[in-house]
C-alpha cells in the first residue's frame, strides 16, 4: 500500500503476552534488530532510518477527592455532579493540596527509580479552553516532585515466548498536576457542553525519555508502567476509562545525524493502538522524507478506525502557555528521616523513607519470586502477573494440589486461559474456581484420569453446572482403569472377539 | 476604658443596653440612604442586616453576646464574596453575581456577631488608587462635604463649582474608608495589594491596617496580586483596628499561604512608653512629588518620638526607586493570569456573540472589562511570554527579593518601625484627578506604600493632621513580620499624641441629627 519505500519489514520481535495487536501486515518499515538498532537498508546504498519514541504518560490518581479541592473522584458520574466551587474556578477560591495525590506521586516516583525533590514548585499554565474553567492547569513546569528514574520491561524476541530482552527506559519527570473537564461537541446543535467532573483530579505525568524506537516497546513500557501503578495503587491505569493516557513523540532520523523533527500523537486509548499508532507515524514520517517532504512538528490525533494520525486543527496555532509560578500554593516540602523536624505533626509531612519502606513488590521482585518458588519459566511468570489476579489464581491452584507448579502452570495458561481469552472474561469472572481445577489436577496427579480426559472434565467444569470434578469423571466414566484383572478381561474380552472372527 | 476604644464603648453600650444592635443598624443604614451622594457602597443589604441585627438581640437579650463585635454594624470592600449577596469588584463583568459562598473573613465577622450593612465601591477589580475606575462611579471623599474643607478650600460659589472641588476618596479601598470616615459603619474590610486600603484610608482619615502577609486567610477574597494581596482593616481608631485584626487573623485550612502559628488577639496598652523604640525614617521615602506639608508633618512626627525619648535614625531602603516598576510587572503578571477564569462559561458576564467559543472569549472580556483592567492583562501576558519571562517577570521576581531584604536588613539593625509618610500629598478634586490615566496615578500614589507589599510587612495608616485645605494627612509605620502587636502600639501612642480632628459633616448632621451625635459621642466624648 505504501510507495517509494526502499525498506522491508522484517517481524524483529514479538508483541508480548498482553495483548497486542497484530504486526501491521504489507507495511513496510524500517528494518531493525531486536534491539531496535537500524540495519543496512541494502539496495540504493541509502543509510536506514531510526525511528525515535518518546512517551508522556498521563495517570490519573487513584485517591477519593481532587488535587486542590475536595470533591470526590469517581468515573462515569452524572455531568457536573462532582464538582466544588474551586473546580469551577469560582472567584476567591484557592487551591489545597491533596496529600493523598503527594504520597501517590512520591510513591510512583520510587517506583520508577526516581530521586524525589525535597522541594518542589507548582506552575500556572495558560490556555482558554472550555473544559479548563480558570483559563489555566496548575502543573509542576519547574521543578517536579521526581526527576531522573527508569523503567525496565521486557518483550520477546522472534515470536518466541523463550527470547525475552529486557530493555530500560529513563524517566526524565514526575510532575503532579490538574486534569481537565470534559468537552462534548454536539454538532448538530452547534453546542459545546462542558462536565467538569473530571476538571481538578489528579494526575502524574509521566516523562519518558526517547528511548524507544518502536510501537511494540512503547506498549510494552507502557504495560509494565501500568502494572507498576496498579501494584502500588498509585493509579487505577485503565486506559479504557481515560485513567491512562499516553501522548507518543516521535521521530526519525539516519545513524549518526541529530534526531529528526518530531510529532506529538495524542488521541490513543489502548496499548494496541499505541503500537499501531507509533508504527503508523513512523512509517509516515520515513514516506515523507524518503519522497524529498519535511516533517513539521505538530500535534496528530490516531483515528482508530482509520488507523493513522491525522494533523488535529485545533492545536495549529503555536501556543505560549505563559507559564507562572502558583502564587497561592507554597513550595511542596517533603522530608526523608534525617530531614525530619522533630515535634513535627506527622499528618502534616510527607516521609519519603515512611513510604520507600511500606512500597509493595513490584511486578519484577513478584516475577523473580515466582520463578525462584515454583521453578516456573520466566515468561510464565510474565504471562502470570499480565492478568489481574491470575498470579493469585495459580497460587491457589498449587496450594490444593499435589501437581508441581511447573505442569499446574501450563494448565493455567494454555487451557484454562485460552477459555477465558475466548469468552472475554477475566480470570475473576472464571466460572472454574481454583479448587475445582485443583481437584481436577489432582485427579490427574494420581493418575485417576489420562490428560485427555482431563481436558473434557475442564471443558465440563467451564459450563459452571456445579458438578466438581470427580462427578463428571463418574458421569463420563473417564476413569482410568487401575485394576489389573479388570483389564485383563476387558483385553481378554477384546482377544476372544478377535478369535471369533 | 480609652477615650479612643470605639468598639469596646459601643460594645459595653450595647451590653447594657444604652442602644440595641437594630437602633445601631437602623441608624447606620438611613445614614448610608443619606449620604448616597458619596457612592462609597455598591450594594447595601438592608434586609439581612436587620435580621443580623435582630440575631445579635436576641443574643444580648439572653445575655450571651457572642464578643466585642457582636451587633457592630461593618462594611465589606465588595471584592470579598458574601453569600447571598451580589459581589461585583465593580465591573460589568460580575455584575449580579451572587456568589454561593463566604470568604473566610467575611464568615468570621458574621461568626462574631457583626451586622454586615453591605458592600463598598472601589477600583475595578481593585485596580486604582483613586476609587474613581469602577464600573458604579467614583466614591467620594466624605471630606468635600465637611466644615473644615469647605472653610478652607470651596469658594462659596454657586454649585456648579463646588460639584467639581469634590475630592477623592483615595483607592482602591475607597468605598470602605469613606464608609467609616462618614459614619455609616463602624468598621470596614479593605484590601490592599500596593496600598489600597492605607491609601484611603489616609485621604478620608481613617486607620488603615494592612497586617502581615499570611496572618489573614485570602479565601474569599477576589485576587488582584495573590503574592501581594492582604484584606486590610479600616475603623477610626487604632484600638479598634486590634479588635477586627483579632478577630480575623489565623491560619485558615483553605488558603495554604496562612501561616500555621496560632495568633493570639491581643488588646493594645493604654500606657505606653516609646522611650525604648527605635524609630527608623528611610530616606528613599522622601520621594520626588512630597508635599512639603506632608514632609513637615513627616519630621514633627520624628520629634514627637524623639521627645519621648525613643531613638530616631535616618535608614537607608536603597531598592525603594524600582519597586513601582517591579510591581508593574508582577502585578500585571498575575493579573493576566487571574483574571483568565472571566470567560463567561461559568459565571459573570456573558456576550451574546456566538458564532465560536473564542469569538464568545474575546466579546465577554471586551464588554465585561474596563480600560485598566485590560491594559493589565495585555502587558502582564506581554511579560509572560515565553521570550519576555526572564528580562521582565524573573528580574522583577529578584528585585522584589532585594527590597524585602532591605526591610530585614534595616529591621535587625536594630529599627523596631520605620515611620514614612503614606501619600505624597493630600487627596485631589476628581476633575484633576482623570487628567491623567490609571496606570500614571497608581505609579504615584503607590509608591509609598507598595513595598511592604513586596515584602510581605504589615504597615499602618493613622491620621496625622489636616492639610491646609481642610483634608487629611495620614502617616504610615511599617513595622516587623508578624509583629502587629508592636507596630499597633506604636500607632495608638502616635494617634494619642496628634489628636485627629473629627470630621464635621454639617449636610449629614442636618439629615440625620441622631445618629452623627450618637456616633460622635461615642468616639470623642
Redesign the interface.
Known sequence: AVRGSRVVWRQAWQRGAGGLGPAPRGQPAVARNARGRAQPAGKCGLAPWVPVVGLEVHAQISSNSKLFSGSQVQFSAPPNSLVS?FD??????????NRRCVEAAVMTGLALNCSINKKSLFD?K?Y?Y?DL????QITQQRVPIAVNGSLSYSLCIDNKMSQMVTKTVRIKQIQLEQDSGKSLHDDTRSQ?L?DLNRAGVGLMEVVMEPDMCCGEEAAAAVRELQLILQTLGSSQAVMAEGQLRVDANVSVHHPGEPYGVRTEVKNINSLRFLAKAIDYEIQRQIEELENGGTILNETRAFDSKLGCTVPMRDKEGKQ?Y???PE????PLILYDAKSLPANINHQQVVNIDWIHERLPDLPSVKRAKLVEHYGILPEHSFALLNEDGLTEFFEAVVKQTQMRPKKVIGWILNDLLSYLKQHSLTIKESPVSSSSLADLLNLLENKEISSTAAKQVLAELWKGEGKSPLEIVKEKKLELMQDQNQLEEICQAVIDGQENE | ASKRNLLFQVSAALKEGRVTPTELCQRCLSLIKSTKFLNAYINVAEETALKQAEESEQRYRRGQPLGVLDGIPVAVKDNFNTAGIETTCASNMLKGYISPYNATVVQKLLDQGAVLLGKTNLDEFAMGSGSTDGAFGPVRNPWSYSRQYKEKSVPKSPSEARECTWVIAGGSSGGSAAAVSSFTCFAALGSDTGGSTRNPAAHCGVVGLKPTYGLISRHGLIPLVNSMDVPGILTRCVDDAAVVLGSLAGHDPKDSTTVQDNFKPFELPNVIDVSKLSIGIPKEYHAPGLSSEILSLWSKAADLFKNAGAKVIEVSLPHTPYSIVCYHVLCTAEVASNMARFDGLEYGHRSAVNKSTESMYAATRREGFNDVVRGRILSGNYFLLKQNYEHYFIKAQKVRRLIASDFVKVFSSGVDVLLTPTTLREAVPYMEFIQEDNRTRSAQDDILTQAANMAGLPAINVPAALSERGLPVGLQFIGRAFQEKQLLTVAKWFEKQVKFPVIQLEEMKRHDQGVFQHQQSASFS
Do not use: E, K
Request: no cysteine; hydrophobic share 45%; glycine share 6%.
Open positions: 466551587f469551577a474556578s469560582l472567584p476567591g477560591t484557592l487551591p489545597v493540596l500556572r495558560h482558554f472550555a474553567p480558570a483559563g489555566y459545546t462542558v505560549d505563559r507559564f507562572m502564587p497561592n500554593l507554597p
